[in-house]
């Protein structure tokens, strides 16, 4: 069974930057497209960013657009979400999921079949 354990969250003022992990196992990280999403108390769980299976194409959501890069090292089974510039509103739990095989990284939550239990990212003011 594919495991995912995300880690880098904590407390960072605003302008601040963290950078997340999502290591996975048991699993063919190779061959998975990662999402990034994100949940806030009380809202639906959204869409942060992506990255397709071969590493060569990546989605942002418009509010991290600009300041966040998602990458991908396959040597050590990772991804990475670098965040910079960090504000109040990035406040949430942050998960790591991984679509299915050959997965080109999509925006809806239903199209990954794992997922990590996520990390928690607060931004003070």
């Known amino acids: 069974q594919v495991q995912l354990e995300e880690s880098g969250g904590g407390l960072v003022q605003a302008g601040g930057s963290l950078r997340l992990s999502c290591a996975v196992s048991?699993?063919?990280?190779?061959?998975?497209?990662m999402g990034w999403f994100r949940q806030a108390p009380g809202k639906e769980r959204e869409f942060v960013a992506s990255?397709?299976?071969?590493?060569?194409?990546?989605d942002y959501a418009r509010s991290v657009k600009g300041r966040s890069t998602l990458s991908r090292d396959n040597a050590k089974n990772t991804v990475y979400l670098q965040m910079n510039s960090l504000k109040p509103e990035d406040t949430a739990v942050y998960y790591c999921?991984?679509?299915?095989?050959?997965?080109?990284?999509?925006?809806?939550?239903?199209?990954?079949?794992?997922w990590g239990q996520g990390t928690q990212v607060t931004v003070s003011s």
């Open positions: 990255i397709s299976w071969s590493g060569g194409i990546t």
């Open positions: 999921a991984a679509e299915s095989p050959y997965g080109t990284g999509l925006r809806s939550p239903s199209k990954y079949a794992y």
């Open positions: 048991r699993g063919s990280f190779s061959t998975y497209g």
